[in-house]
């Protein structure tokens, strides 16, 4: 069995107000919820001080959308690993799409990342995806196992037990257009058969592969029931308290395994 997982990232939305609002109505809804699965919400950094206030006495995770791979020093604008620590912060979205694009981050620098974070005693939600020039031209696998032998490079299995890969097709995130559940579920099962050469059956058959990219209350419990596919990171439907529930309430507990 593996517990799913279902986190939120926010990207860059939501001032400090804005936080506790949603933490308020959200932890309201999360009532109705029984049996759930594990939840993760990651706010900018902004909004960490006041969603890790928010969550106290909750089982809802704290998650941040990044993070440097230096303890401290002059990086100017950057927030360590042991900086999220002290607020508080479980997991730690390393490699998304997003920053991968638009601030430059390579592979090298993203396995460096997971490595800071998991000798930080935190959780690493690890993102990688094709971009859809990638899966027109046949080479999604080809990609997906790149980035998962850069990224994962050096670790143990004992440290893979601290890992979640986010498997996010880039054509996918903030499209509207979802991967359908057979395609997702075929990303996965290649993406653990991967890890599996790398640290063995068990390892990968314990880890938890979420997917990400346009979930939304009305795919997610087609997508979420897929055997593979171990839980979701979700963007823009995880900004509103209702929709986030509703995602939620449509996964079930566990991956039966
Ligand atoms: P989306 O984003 O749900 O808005 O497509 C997902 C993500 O980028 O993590």
Known sequence: MRKKIIAANWKMNKDVKETTEFFDAFLNGMKSVDNPAEVVVCPPSIGLHAAAKALQGSAVKLGAQNVHYEDDGAYTGEVSARMLKSLGVDYVIVGHSERRQYFGEVDEVVAKKVKKVLSSDLRVILCIGETLAERDGGVTEKVLERQIK????????EQLAFIVIAYEPIWAIGTGRNATPQ??????AFIRKTVAGMFGNEAADALT?????SVKPGNAGELLSQPDVDGA???GASLKPDSFVDIIKSSPAATKG
Not at 150 to 157: F, M, S
Not at 183 to 188: M, P
Not at 209 to 213: M, T
């Open 209 to 213: 592969i979420q997917y990400g990219g």
């Open 183 to 188: 395609q997702a579920e075929e990303a996965h």
């Open 150 to 157: 850069a990224d994962l490079e050096g670790l143990t299995k």
């Open 233 to 235: 990171l979700v963007g």
